[in-house]
T-cell receptor, first 111, second 113 residues
Framework: GESVGLHLPTLSVQEGDNSIINCAYSNSASDYFIWYKQESGKGPQFIIDIRSNMDKRQGQRVTVLLNKTVKHLSLQIAATQPGDSAVYFCAERTSYDKVIFGPGTSLSVIP | DGGITQSPKYLFRKEGQNVTLSCEQNLNHDAMYWYRQDPGQGLRLIYYSQIVNDFQKGDIAEGYSVSREKKESFPLTVTSAQKNPTAFYLC????????????FGQGTRLTVV
């Protein structure tokens, strides 16, 4: 069936270092892949998305990489800051109006 | 100040009672969604609506009901048929041409005792 999963449930990173959060997906027909950030007690916030015909997209301090050969998605955060501490979800759009979320990775930034 | 508002933030109910969670948006978005989040887990889709007076079941619709009588509002009713209703409920909306960029409310934490 359709599923989106994560390789690492928790990640600790030193402040100033780069963070890499990984995600595996199984639905080859998904046309968009998305990253969301969720801070404690709040709703998720959109970070960045990437269309399935791209392999890289950059935003402000973030880069998303898509490897369709191995069905792998990653989010890279440059110069990680304490404010980046949160749970990060990858998600995929499996049909025009349906988005499936993965289980999440908790990122903890060590000052 | 545009956004999506869920109320209340915390809700307690006795087992066997129906309860309705409110979700309102002033972003003029066509699409609205309800997700359920359990501790340490991702979001699971309950119901979604692309247009007024129309909605579709998500992956875990059993025990829930919704209505979409107005574009701005998408209330969710957790019925007594829902076996494990205690959870964090999130409402979201998106424009029809940017479905991937959903805007979420702050969530309602429902506890059924």
């Amino acid at each position: 069936g359709e599923s989106v999963g994560l390789h690492l449930p928790t990640l600790s990173v030193q402040e100033g270092d780069n963070s890499i959060i990984n995600c595996a997906y199984s639905n080859s027909a998904s046309d968009y892949f998305i990253w969301y950030k969720q801070e404690s007690g709040k709703g998720p916030q959109f970070i960045i998305d990437i269309r399935s015909n791209m392999d890289k997209r950059q935003g402000q301090r973030v880069t998303v990489l898509l490897n369709k050969t191995v069905k792998h998605l990653s989010l890279q955060i440059a110069a990680t800051q304490p404010g980046d501490s949160a749970v990060y979800f990858c998600a995929e759009r499996t049909s025009y109006d349906k988005v499936i979320f993965g289980p999440g990775t908790s990122l903890s930034v060590i000052p | 100040d545009g956004g999506i508002t869920q109320s209340p933030k915390y809700l307690f109910r006795k087992e066997g009672q129906n309860v309705t969670l409110s979700c309102e948006q002033n972003l003029n978005h066509d699409a609205m969604y309800w997700y359920r989040q359990d501790p340490g887990q991702g979001l699971r889709l309950i119901y979604y609506s692309q247009i007024v007076n129309d909605f579709q079941k998500g992956d875990i619709a059993e025990g829930y009901s919704v209505s979409r009588e107005k574009k701005e509002s998408f209330p969710l009713t957790v019925t007594s048929a829902q076996k494990n209703p205690t959870a964090f409920y999130l409402c979201a909306s998106s424009s029809s041409d940017r479905v991937t960029e959903a805007f979420f409310g702050q969530g309602t934490r429902l506890t059924v005792v």
